[in-house]
C-alpha cells in the first residue's frame, strides 16, 4: 500500500499513521518527525528548517523535496510506505508523482482526515510531545505514556503559531485535496472521534483501494 496521508495539524495524522503503517506493515515516514530528528541532532538540516518550523511557516521545497526523494530510496519499501506530512502543496504532489512515475510505482490512495478548525486548535494548545519518542499526551501527564519520557509543548504549538500553521494548511495544503481528487486517489474520512474508531474508518475505506 502506497499511501499518504493529509489533514490540518492537529487532525491525528501522526497518531493515525502509526496504526495504519502498522496494519499494512509499512514504514511511516513523517517529514515533520525527520526535522524534528534533525533538529535534536543539530545536524545542518535540523539548522535550515529549524526558523521555518518555529514560525509554523513550511520548510523550502528544494531542502523537502531532496530530503523526501533520498528517504524514497531506502530499501525498506517493498510494502510500500505511508507518507505522513508529505506534500504539503501542489509542487511538492507534482514531484512524488514525478517520483514515483519514475519507479513506475504510483500511489494507491491519498487519505484526507477532516476535522472542524475549532477541534484543531483545542487539540493543538492543550498537546504536550515526548523529547524522547515523539509521542503526543495530555497537559495533565506528568511523563509520556509510552517510555517515560519528558514532556514538553512544542515552539510550533504554542497558540501564537497555531493561528499560522492553519494559514498556511489553508493557502498551501489545501490546493493538494482537489490536486488528489481529480487524480482519483481522494478518500476523506471524519477525523473527530475515538482513535479506534477513526482507524477503523480509515482500513474499512482503504479496503477498498487495491492492497
Ligand atoms: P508536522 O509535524 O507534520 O506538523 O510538521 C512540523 C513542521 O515541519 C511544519 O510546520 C513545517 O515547518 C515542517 N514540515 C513538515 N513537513 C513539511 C513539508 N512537507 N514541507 C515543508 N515543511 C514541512
Redesign the pocket.
Given at each position: 500500500m502506497r499511501l499518504v496521508l493529509v489533514g490540518p495539524?492537529g487532525a491525528g495524522?501522526?497518531t493515525q499513521a502509526q496504526f495504519l503503517a502498522a496494519h499494512y506493515s509499512i514504514p511511516h515516514i513523517?517529514?515533520?518527525?525527520i526535522?524534528?530528528a534533525n533538529l535534536k541532532a543539530n545536524t545542518p538540516l535540523g539548522q535550515e528548517?529549524k526558523t521555518?518550523?518555529d514560525a509554523?511557516?513550511?520548510?523550502p521545497?528544494s531542502v523537502?523535496n531532496a530530503m523526501?526523494k533520498d528517504r524514497l530510496t531506502w530499501d525498506d519499501l517493498a510494502n510500500g510506505f505511508l507518507l505522513?506530512?508529505?506534500?504539503?502543496?501542489v509542487v511538492?504532489a507534482e514531484v512524488l508523482r514525478a517520483i514515483l512515475a519514475e519507479k513506475s510505482t504510483p500511489l494507491d490512495a491519498v487519505l484526507e482526515l477532516s476535522i472542524p478548525n475549532e477541534l484543531i486548535i483545542a487539540r493543538l494548545s492543550s498537546r504536550r510531545t515526548c523529547r524522547a519518542c515523539g509521542q503526543p499526551a495530555t497537559p495533565e501527564a506528568a511523563n509520556c505514556g509510552a517510555c517515560g519520557g519528558e514532556l514538553y509543548q512544542r515552539e510550533?504549538d504554542k497558540a501564537e503559531v497555531i493561528g499560522k500553521?492553519l494559514e498556511?494548511y489553508e493557502e498551501q495544503t489545501e490546493p493538494i485535496i482537489h490536486f488528489y481528487r481529480t487524480e482519483g486517489l481522494l478518500i476523506t474520512i471524519d477525523a473527530d472521534g475515538e482513535i479506534s474508531e477513526i482507524t477503523e474508518r480509515a482500513t474499512t475505506a482503504l479496503a477498498r483501494v487495491k492492497a
Open positions: 495539524p495524522k501522526g513523517s517529514t515533520g518527525d526535522f524534528r528548517a521555518f518550523m509554523g511557516q513550511l520548510v521545497d523537502t523526501v505522513d506530512g508529505f506534500p504539503r502543496n511538492q510550533d500553521r498556511v
